[in-house]
T-cell receptor, first 107, second 116 residues
Framework: GIQVEQSPPDLILQEGANSTLRCNFS?????LQWFHQNPWGQLINLFY???GTKQNGRLSATTVATERYSLLYISSSQTTDSGVYFC?????????FGSGTRLLVRP | GAVVSQHPSWVICKSGTSVKIECRSL??????MFWYRQFPKQSLMLMAT?????????EQGVEKDKFLINHASLTLSTLTVTSAHPEDSSFYIC????????????FGPGTRLTVT
């Protein structure tokens, strides 16, 4: 099956800093989504981005499908950005999740 | 839009009893819903795919007789953990295909199950 790898596994930032999270996947996919899991466990949809670039406020994402990777950019980080960021891909409606990047933003 | 709810949000039960978790799509119809399990500090693992009006499809290693899934309507899927044991304690999350983007899934808030 498809393998999904995320890096880095853990990240600590000072408030206001920028960061880039990476997601590599091993095969072509129909779907790639980025999620933020908040401290209460809720998964929040950030981007549905099987290819191309999207931006939403301080967040943006780029997927290069031909090279099988996606990047999530967080600019001017805030303490509320803390949590776990997951990348998930699928090839037949089933989402396969990466192991996540655990982000802590310090005030 | 594309809101998914789960009930209950947390439940504690005794070993040997059964627990039912509900997953509802509130503002859209979902012909396909999914059930995931997440252990502490781990990623989400797909347990089964639930299609309205048909039997669920279980992932390898998931006991279908232990985790009963029913998708009786276009807005409701249920997961019943039968004869629960402490090792079934976990965070259970459902999702639904919204239909807005062909493959985009929206997730419920999760149900934390503790079996004592």
């Amino acid at each position: 099956g498809i393998q999904v790898e995320q890096s880095p596994p853990d990240l600590i930032l000072q408030e206001g800093a920028n960061s880039t999270l990476r997601c590599n996947f091993s095969d072509s996919v129909n779907n790639l989504q980025w999620f933020h899991q908040n401290p209460w466990g809720q998964l929040i949809n950030l981007f549905y981005i099987p290819s191309g670039t999207k931006q939403n406020g301080r967040l943006s994402a780029t997927t290069v499908a031909t090279e099988r990777y996606s990047l999530l950019y967080i600019s001017s980080s805030q303490t509320t950005d803390s949590g776990v960021y997951f990348c998930a891909v699928d090839s037949s409606y089933k989402l396969i999740f990466g192991s996540g990047t655990r982000l802590l933003v310090r005030p | 839009g594309a809101v998914v709810s789960q009930h209950p949000s947390w439940v504690i039960c005794k070993s040997g009893t059964s627990v039912k978790i509900e997953c509802r799509s509130l503002d859209f119809q979902a012909t396909t819903m999914f059930w995931y399990r997440q252990f502490p500090k781990q990623s989400l693992m797909l347990m089964a795919t639930s299609n309205e009006g048909s039997k669920a499809t279980y992932e390898q290693g998931v006991e279908k007789d232990k985790f009963l899934i029913n998708h009786a309507s276009l807005t409701l899927s249920t997961l019943t953990v039968t004869s629960a044991h402490p090792e079934d304690s976990s965070f259970y999350i459902c999702s639904a295909l919204s239909g807005r983007a062909q493959y985009e899934q929206y997730f419920g808030p999760g149900t934390r199950l503790t079996v004592t």
